[in-house]
């Protein structure tokens, strides 16, 4: 076997067997089997050399040895004496001491010897070749002959070594079962051989469960083959049909083509059919088309030539009424800025009425007067007007403010005619390219190019979606919640409910849906409060959250949304504790804001400490309500588009250009009380939003977030601080009290009694 093996010319492609080499038979076979499993465990020791016959047997079937039609098997043609004896001899010696010990059979013995001389009988040369052959064909029969053996003997060797493969598994594997059943006849107690006899059994389980896997796989295929012959079937229809439909265009095509060489080959009778009167009509009929096409062809040309002269003519006048609105605007912009500059001189010389002569003072009231009824006037004489200031904005804010003070109501009308004058410088120039901007805008991504959009004024369009987006980004909406919400509240009374009703009435007193207590939009903003109470308690209501609710309503619309909103602000945007019972974080971002006011404005800072004002005062509602009821609604919600998206650090921008915005004029005053009385209503004075939003965004860069959250912390100790110092004084008094009281008491008690 082992020269067998050597014989064949491939490296290791039989693995050698490894069993002992200083014991054979039954000694081999009483040492302990190996752990390596294979998959011919299971074949039978009871006729191995009749199974591996057999199996050689169909694998080669009917194929034919080279030479005698000799089998693989059939060592009968081995009979012959070798070429050289002493190999013989030696393949004997060699066979004869693989088998020591006198342990195998002769017939073993036997067949051993054959499969060595068969391996020596295919290591020699062709013996099959006739010499004949070789001396009567020319070289190149020759040649093709011993190419065409060359063949063969090559498939004989993939064969051969396919066989040998297969002998070598199957002689391992009754090596294996070998050595178990020696196990199984050696085993001393009764325990072992069960174990072995279980081992078996899980084994024949095992195989069980593979032959059921594989007869499952096998019905499946078979399932997957008769879907695809089904498969097959409809498409040898589709391609029989389409064959049919092949063939019936080819016998239309043939007929036509029979048709039109039937035609093509009688010419002369065709024409003979067609009288010379038909043919002059024809002409005729062919000379009035043609007139026709000629005089259609001038008329089309003088047409487009009409065509594009009004073409022309309609872009000058689009292009110059364009102007001339342009022009109009310009000048009502500054018509309305000298009547704002005539105004403002009346009201001067209103200030001055005091020290007037009658006759002048009287003249002064009578100017004031009909300046306030020139809006009567002009809505009577004029047909249309470029940009009209109405009553009320968008969102049903009031243009023009209606201040109760009657010396105010020209300052009403000033503020009026500011703000027309503003729309109608920007309406083209900058407000046009910016909602062209927005318009270009598809999906909503964060990106300094939105950032700066977002800063410049969100169009009344585009708002609401705007912040639906925003608001999205940083509150996940849970379903249902505010359903639940609304639930709770109907089913209990909220501590804060009685403040909610007191401060509905004075939400945005300025705007239309929140003035009248029969507005539609009072009950949603009521809900809203009452949801968020009962969603945050630590924080309950908070006075000043009714008007934060209030702008989300009028934006957004939806009370879901707005409540989500305000969620968003209270919970996101500010700070913790900006609402609690201590306001302490509002509180320190009042001391924060003063260290910036002077490092930004250290000669404003200097003049308020000079007269002492406490801005605290005036800046604490704007940063507890972001501006609500301290700037027009136009700059106020640009305010807060930039506000939700960026931050509270939006708000010490606005609060500082505010203050910057009015600098010179501040400065200019002289008197504590006047400062105050000014500080209370100068903001509703700034209509100019894009100056105000270049000085908060550009003019006082660098406003780096990290040194406003060191400010806070810093600020916030010391307030800590501060406050535990109170309680610990409050406590004392309160026990210093405590200790006198009863004292007090009996001495107030004698005194009336020495009364009495």
Request: hydrophobic share 40%; aromatic share 8%; proline share 4%.
């Amino acid at each position: 076997m082992v020269l067998l093996i050597c014989g064949v010319d491939n490296e290791d492609f039989l693995p050698l067997v490894k069993t002992p080499t200083e014991a054979v038979g039954l000694k081999a076979a009483s040492l302990p089997a190996p752990q390596t499993s294979t998959a011919l465990q299971n074949i039978s020791l009871k006729h191995p050399w009749t199974e591996i016959q057999n199996t050689v047997h169909n694998i080669c079937g009917s194929k034919q040895l080279w030479g005698n039609n000799g089998n693989v098997f059939t060592f009968s043609e081995f009979q012959e004496h070798p070429e050289n004896p002493d190999e013989e001899q030696e393949a004997q010696v060699e066979a004869g001491c693989a088998v020591k010990g006198g342990t195998l059979q002769d017939g073993r013995m036997d067949s051993r010897l054959n499969w060595v001389r068969k391996a020596r009988w295919m290591n020699s040369g062709f013996p099959g070749l006739p010499e004949e052959l070789s001396r009567e064909r020319n070289p190149m029969d020759k040649v093709s002959v011993l190419q065409q053996q060359i063949l063969t003997l090559t498939e004989e060797v993939k064969s051969q070594k396919e066989l040998v493969k297969l002998l070598h598994k199957a002689l391992e594997a009754a090596q294996q079962e070998k050595r178990v059943s020696s196990m199984y006849l050696t085993a001393a107690e009764d325990k072992d051989r069960l174990e072995l006899v279980r081992h078996k059994v899980r084994q024949i389980a095992d195989l069980s469960s593979r032959l059921e896997a594989l007869e499952q796989e096998k019905k499946e295929l078979e399932q997957i083959l008769t879907l695809r012959d089904s498969h097959i079937q409809e498409l040898k229809e589709h391609v029989q049909l389409l064959m049919e439909k092949n063939h019936a265009k080819q016998e239309v095509i043939m007929a036509l083509t029979e048709q039109m060489a039937r035609e093509q080959s009688d010419p002369l009778q065709e024409a003979s059919t067609i009288t010379v009167e038909t043919l002059y009509k024809q002409q005729e009929e062919i000379e009035h088309l043609k007139d026709d096409i000629e005089a259609y062809k001038t008329q089309n040309q003088f047409l487009n030539s009409e065509i594009h002269q009004v073409t022309r003519l309609w872009t000058n006048v689009a292009e110059n009424e364009k102007a001339l609105l342009m022009k109009c605007a310009c000048l009502q912009a500054q018509n309305c800025q000298m009547e704002s500059k005539y105004l403002t001189v009346l009201r001067k010389l209103q200030e001055a009425v005091p020290g007037l002569p009658s006759s002048h003072a009287e003249l002064v009231r009578n100017l004031i007067q009909e300046a306030l009824q020139w809006d009567v006037k002009e809505k009577a004489e004029e047909g249309f007007n470029l940009n009209p200031v109405s009553e009320y904005d968008e969102y049903g804010f009031m243009t023009v403010p209606e201040y109760e003070v009657e010396d105010w109501k020209l300052l009403a009308k000033i503020q009026a005619l500011e703000i027309k004058s503003n729309n109608l410088r920007s309406q083209e120039v900058v407000e046009k390219p910016l909602r062209d901007r927005w318009n270009s805008i598809v999906e909503l991504s964060p990106s300094a190019e939105l950032k700066s959009l977002i800063r410049s004024g969100i169009p009344v369009e585009h708002r609401q979606r705007v912040w639906r987006w925003i608001v999205s980004r940083h509150c996940g909406h849970q379903p249902d919640h505010y359903q639940r919400l609304l639930q709770q509240s109907k089913s209990t009374e909220h501590p804060a409910c009685r403040q909610i009703e007191l401060d509905l009435p004075r939400t945005l007193t300025n705007n239309k849906h929140f003035s009248s207590p029969t507005s539609q939009l009072i009950p949603k903003l009521r809900r809203v409060l009452l949801a968020f109470s009962w969603h945050n308690p630590a924080i309950g209501y908070c006075q000043g959250l009714n008007r934060l609710a209030a702008i989300a309503l009028l934006v957004l619309e939806d009370e879901e949304s707005a409540f989500w909103c305000l969620v968003h602000i209270v919970e996101n945007l500010m700070p913790a504790d900006y609402y609690s019972d201590t306001l302490i974080t509002s509180q320190v971002d009042q001391r924060v804001f003063r260290d910036f006011l002077s490092e930004k404005l250290p000669r404003m800072m200097a003049h308020f400490e000079h007269y002492r004002i406490d801005v605290s005062l005036i800046t604490f509602n704007w940063f507890l309500v972001v501006f609500v009821d301290s700037l027009v609604s136009d700059i106020l919600l640009r305010v807060w588009d930039a506000f939700l998206y960026e931050g509270t650090k939006v708000i010490f921008r606005y609060a500082l250009a505010i203050f910057k915005y009015n600098e010179e004029e501040i400065l200019r005053i002289h008197d504590s009380v006047e400062i105050y009385q000014y500080l209370r209503f100068f903001t509703r004075m700034i209509l100019d939003g894009r100056k105000l939003m270049n000085i908060a965004f550009n003019d006082l860069n660098p406003f780096p977030m990290k040194l406003l959250k060191n400010r806070r912390l810093m600020h916030r100790e010391e307030l800590e601080a501060e406050l535990c110092e109170l309680e610990q004084i409050k406590a004392a008094y309160v026990k210093e009290r405590a200790e006198q009281g009863p004292q007090n008491l009996k001495e107030a008690v004698s005194e009336e009694e020495e009364e009495i």
